[in-house]
Nanobody
């Protein structure tokens, strides 16, 4: 059973930064995605990284501000979030799908999810 554990959320002012972490073992051959769900909104894809770490995808709303990376030695995936805005507020989740499947922005195709970490951007 794959397990993912997010951390790093918190309260930050507009324009600030946070780095989220997703600790997950046994995922060397898995793509991993970050998703978020804002108040009253549907869950949406934010970013995804390939199993090798060589390919990353970003939602248009976060391009140029968010950077996703993975450290296989530490079994951890990161989401560096800069220039945060109130619309970035939400619960952030990392998720994965069966091994060898590539990235997708559709939450429904991901089988394993972390518990989520709250990000609040407010002055």
């Amino acid at each position: 059973q794959l397990q993912l554990v997010e951390s790093g959320g918190g309260l930050v002012q507009p324009g600030g930064s946070l780095r989220l972490s997703c600790a997950a073992s046994g995922l060397d051959y898995h793509a991993i995605g970050w998703f978020r769900q804002g108040p009253g909104k549907e869950r949406e894809g934010v970013s995804c990284i390939s199993s090798s770490g060589g390919i990353t995808y970003y939602a248009d709303s976060v391009k140029g501000r968010f950077t996703m990376s993975r450290d296989k030695e530490k079994n951890t995936v990161y989401l560096q979030m800069n220039s945060l805005q109130p619309e970035d507020t939400g619960v952030y989740y990392c998720a994965t799908r069966p091994r060898f499947y590539g990235c997708s922005g559709a939450p429904r195709v991901y089988n394993y999810w972390g518990q989520g970490t709250q990000v609040t951007v407010s002055s």
